[in-house]
């Protein structure tokens, strides 16, 4: 089993950057994919980006494009969600999530394990 624990989130004023840190520990060299979603307060688990374990390929959500970007450590077994451009509408908690067993994409029924999430608050 994978376990998954984000760090790095706080308060910050817009404009400015954060980054977020998914530690995996466990059984990872059965992940195929990560994945970082966030909810805001009262709306929907929303997809942020998702990254392929094996081609290291990553997409992004629209809305995030161009400001944000998921990198990641092998040797940490770390996941990075580097986040550029705050703007207070980036308000959520923050998720990573791992796949065993399928190739990730934006849904969040296709990751089976789950972080206890990371809060970042933009403010104005």
């Known amino acids: 089993q994978v376990q998954l624990v984000e760090s790095g989130g706080g308060l910050v004023q817009a404009g400015v950057s954060l980054r977020l840190s998914c530690a995996a520990s466990?059984?990872?060299?059965?992940?195929?994919?990560m994945g970082w979603f966030r909810q805001a307060p009262g709306k929907e688990r929303e997809f942020v980006g998702s990254?392929?374990?094996?081609?290291?390929?990553?997409y992004y959500a629209d809305s995030v494009k161009g400001r944000f970007t998921i990198s990641r450590d092998n040797a940490k077994n770390t996941v990075y969600l580097q986040m550029n451009s705050l703007k207070p509408e980036d308000t959520a908690v923050y998720y990573c999530?791992?796949?065993?067993?399928?190739?990730?994409?934006?849904?969040?029924?296709?990751?089976?394990?789950w972080g206890q999430g990371t809060p970042v608050t933009v403010s104005s």
């Open positions: 466990g059984r990872t060299f059965s992940t195929y994919a």
């Open positions: 999530a791992a796949s065993t067993t399928t190739t990730g994409g934006s849904r969040s029924g296709n990751y089976d394990l």
């Open positions: 990254m392929r374990w094996s081609s290291g390929y990553i």
